[in-house]
């Protein structure tokens, strides 16, 4: 696609169900990055992906929280039991060394818990 | 691990005044250093980059600027426009794909 892409763009749930937010990134990017950003707050990293090598994973705020990525192009992730401080949008993120490695995000998913 | 600290954190210029923002950080492996551009209820826009081997890049109004020895880089609006009221984040990596830390961000008011 013409840039990454996430849904839901908007996601209300009740405390302690589970929720999956998807990206897809630009085509042809290898690595993928998620980040959460909180009300009025600065891009806190959670995971990294780059091709087939083992995740960066140590953003993860907690075991509720895990991303996978299906054949090196589409990202889930999961925040499983949610609570209220999960309240946040997550902006998803892909780059490439074909394009400078310049890192390019997607317009969030917003999460509510209630 | 890499450290990026960002000032101020909010900023108030009057319409066609220069505004300035800078970042410092703790990594001296890191070489490239990007700037984005957050309007309100949108994901972050790369607005320009610089890599460590050039101290300053311009496009049109917007010009970066970058000291490896004091480690410290800053973002340079001339002549700015409501258009550019936003929240600005300045981000540091060692390139070859490795994440990005960013500062806490400015958030850029321009008064007609």
């Known amino acids: 696609g013409a840039g990454v892409s996430q849904s839901p763009s908007n996601k209300v749930t009740e405390k302690g169900k589970d929720v999956e937010l998807r990206c897809d990134p630009i085509?042809?990017?290898?690595?993928l990055y998620w980040y959460r950003q909180s009300l009025g707050q600065g891009l806190e990293f959670l995971i990294y992906f780059q091709g087939n090598s083992a995740p960066d994973k140590s953003g993860l705020p907690s075991d509720r929280f895990s991303a996978e990525r299906t054949g090196g192009s589409v990202s889930t992730l999961t925040i499983q039991r949610t609570q209220q401080e999960d309240s946040a949008v997550y902006l998803c993120?892909?780059?490439?060394?074909?394009?400078?490695?310049?890192?390019?995000f997607g317009e969030g998913s917003w999460l509510t818990v209630v | 691990g890499e450290n990026v600290e960002q000032h101020p954190s909010t900023l108030s210029v009057q319409e066609g005044d220069s505004a300035v923002i800078k970042c410092t950080y703790s990594d001296s492996a890191s070489n490239y250093f990007p700037w984005y551009k957050q309007e309100l209820g949108k994901g972050p826009q790369l607005i320009i980059d610089i890599r460590s081997n050039v101290g300053e890049k311009k496009d049109q109004r917007i010009a970066v600027t970058l000291n490896k020895t004091a480690k410290h880089f800053s973002l340079h609006i001339t002549e700015t426009q409501p258009e550019d009221s936003a929240v600005y984040f300045c981000a540091a990596t060692k390139q070859g794909a490795q994440k990005l830390v960013f500062g806490q961000g400015t958030r850029l008011t321009i008064n007609p």
């Open positions: 085509s042809g990017h290898t690595a």
């Open positions: 993120a892909s780059s490439s060394s074909n394009s400078g490695n310049t890192i390019y």
